[in-house]
């Protein structure tokens, strides 16, 4: 899928060892457009995270300017939720997309930090995760929220439960089953966006 993906917008592939015959990035959006009686109605835009390294071969200093205009297009919109993406293994004062985001949404009414790979997260340093959550570091108006994804290699396994393995992760491996239910696992966070987006809506709508 993703290879037609890139084949059909002419971007090369990443694909370890396969030579670049197009650019890496590209300002065309892809579309998907789900429908039914169960469905949300919004818009969900899937941007690329912004880098500031160049890889040989792969992306240039074009590419740079690029992803960054383009993000910052869809965050400078007063009506778009930002879901600020960031693995739990990580500095967070080091993540230049919240920066972006605290100059784009100074009050943080539309912002929600969203960690990724608790399971990556160093024995012994668990604390500094569970102090985002807790709101004792970096706190945003709106708060965090911590999912855990499947790794590479269980992605290629077709039986997997997506759902149930990230419960098992957050019922029974310390400290992530300490931490409030509503903070962990992808349903509470559908929940959360849905109670931001409808405050957000009513807020919208009276200037529309």
């Given at each position: 899928?993703?290879?037609?993906?890139?084949?059909t917008?002419?971007?090369?592939?990443?694909?370890?060892?396969?030579?670049?015959?197009?650019?890496?990035?590209?300002?065309?959006?892809?579309?998907?457009?789900?429908?039914?009686?169960?469905?949300?109605?919004?818009?969900?835009?899937?941007?690329?995270?912004?880098?500031k390294?160049?890889?040989?071969?792969?992306?240039?200093?074009?590419?740079?300017?690029?992803?960054?205009?383009?993000?910052l297009?869809?965050?400078?919109?007063?009506?778009?939720?930002?879901?600020?993406?960031?693995?739990?293994?990580?500095?967070?004062?080091?993540?230049e997309?919240?920066?972006?985001?605290?100059?784009?949404?100074?009050?943080?009414?539309?912002?929600?930090?969203?960690?990724?790979?608790?399971?990556?997260?160093?024995?012994?340093?668990?604390?500094?995760?569970?102090?985002?959550l807790?709101?004792?570091?970096?706190?945003?108006?709106?708060g965090?929220?911590?999912?855990?994804n499947?790794?590479?290699?269980?992605?290629?396994?077709?039986?997997?439960?997506?759902?149930?393995?990230?419960?098992?992760?957050?019922?029974t491996?310390?400290?992530?089953?300490?931490?409030?239910?509503?903070?962990?696992?992808i349903?509470?966070?559908?929940?959360?966006?849905?109670?931001?987006?409808?405050?957000?809506?009513?807020?919208?709508?009276?200037?529309?």
């Open positions: 899928m993703r290879g037609q993906v890139h084949n917008m002419g971007l090369s592939g990443f694909e370890e060892g396969s030579a670049r015959k197009g650019p890496t990035f590209s300002r065309d959006v892809l579309r998907l457009e789900i429908c039914g009686p169960t469905q949300e109605h919004l818009s969900v835009i899937d941007v690329p995270g912004i880098f390294n160049t890889t040989p071969g792969v992306t240039t200093k074009e590419d740079i300017s690029l992803v960054r205009s383009m993000v297009g869809y965050m400078e919109n007063p009506r778009s939720v930002m879901l600020a993406v960031i693995p739990a293994n990580v500095d967070v004062a080091t993540q997309i919240l920066e972006l985001a605290a100059d784009v949404d100074p009050e943080g009414k539309r912002t929600l930090g969203v960690l990724t790979k608790p399971d990556l997260v160093d024995q012994g340093a668990e604390s500094r995760v569970i102090d985002l807790q709101g004792r570091a970096h706190p945003l108006s709106l965090w929220h911590i999912v855990r499947p790794g590479q290699q269980q992605l290629s396994d077709g039986t997997l439960d997506r759902g149930r393995l990230e419960q098992y992760f957050f019922d491996i310390s400290p992530w089953n300490k931490v409030e239910k509503d903070k962990v696992g349903e509470p966070l559908r929940v959360r966006i849905q109670d931001i987006l409808s405050g957000h809506v009513r807020q919208e709508f009276p200037k529309v």
